[in-house]
């Protein structure tokens, strides 16, 4: 009986010590979360019903800020273009994305390469460099202007017109589109090879292969890649920042740009507040249905079950 309880005791001495060494390594994140994520979120939360310029101490308005929206135009302007540029960039990032990734599956020389390089793109598309570099391509005097001069086109106003210009920053994001290529890549490779050999003896072609075997299979990184970019695209600020500013006529004025100049240019934080959580509210219902509707047209293999 003596015995046990002292196997009890070390156990007990043991699992505590264990308990201090693993909040130890979770320690860093732990206290990264809390100041930098929670914090953030409940004190935008209560700023949110606030109006607070940074120099003085907040004051609770209530439900002003969200009424204020409501009539603001730049807001529902913001809205519009945020709404135009999620529907022209997700869709077609995704689409070319499957596009390089099905080519890259193919056995071809030198594939690694291609693979390394078209890589490239999403990690210095983000990058101030680069949103600059392509804002000096598009220009009057710039390096699309001249290559279509040489075929007898007249140069283009990109930054002049609200469409062209929502088309540089739409083509830079799908320019970016090195790791939702990978996820796809790394789905293609999961296919089993017997389906399209079993599908060639009926005489399937691969358009018929791609669309009834490799589409259905790869729904769950469809998925996937779907809601990342979705969530990626409502946050978009770096493209229309640096390249158009907003421009022209606030043809680029996404919502998120909106809320950094009334953050850091008017100082309106409470009113800042408000539109980010109206924009979290948007995401996550549009996150929701994604969640939703998935069980329509994702299928998983588990058990041939459909999600």
């Not at 209530?62 to 929206?69: A, K, V």
């Not at 913001?78 to 997700?90: C, N």
């Not at 994604?290 to 079950?305: E, H």
């Given at each position: ?28 994140w ?8 929670l ?34 135009k730049d807001?529902i ?8 540029y ?33 890589y ?31 075929v ?105 740009m909106?809320?950094?100049e ?29 969640f ?16």
């Amino acid at each position: 009986m003596e015995k046990d309880n002292a196997v009890k005791k070390v156990q007990k001495a043991s699992f505590k010590q264990d308990k201090w060494i693993g909040l130890a390594y979770i320690a860093p994140w732990l206290i990264g979360f809390l100041v930098f994520t929670l914090y953030p979120i409940v004190a935008s939360f209560y700023l949110s019903f606030t109006e607070y310029n940074l120099m003085s101490a907040p004051i609770f308005v209530g439900l002003e800020n969200f009424q204020r929206l409501i009539a603001d135009k730049d807001f529902i302007k913001a809205l519009t273009v945020t709404g135009k540029y999620v529907i022209f960039v997700v869709p077609l990032k995704l689409a070319f994305s499957l596009f390089v990734a099905s080519i890259l599956n193919m056995n071809l020389k030198g594939i690694n390469y291609f693979r390394t390089a078209y890589y490239i793109p999403s990690i210095l598309g983000s990058n101030v460099a680069i949103a600059i570099l392509w804002k000096f391509l598009f220009s009057t005097d710039g390096l699309i202007n001249q290559v279509l001069g040489v075929v007898n086109i007249a140069p283009v106003s990109w930054f002049g017109q609200a469409t062209p210009a929502m088309f540089t920053i739409v083509l830079l994001r799908v320019w970016e589109f090195g790791s939702t290529m990978v996820i796809f890549l790394a789905a293609l490779k999961e296919v089993p090879g017997e389906l399209y050999e079993a599908a060639s003896v009926d005489g399937s072609t691969k358009m018929r292969n791609f669309v009834n075997i490799t589409l259905p299979i790869i729904t769950p990184v469809i998925f996937f890649n779907f809601v990342m970019q979705l969530v990626h695209a409502f946050q978009e600020f770096t493209a229309p920042y640096l390249i158009t500013s907003g421009g022209p006529m606030k043809g680029t004025y996404l919502l998120p740009m909106m809320i950094y100049e009334n953050t850091f240019k008017y100082y309106n934080m409470g009113y800042a507040s408000a539109m980010s959580w109206i924009l979290f509210i948007i995401i996550m219902v549009f996150t929701l249905i994604t969640f939703k509707s998935s069980k329509y047209w994702v299928f998983y293999n588990d058990n041939g079950g459909e999600s």
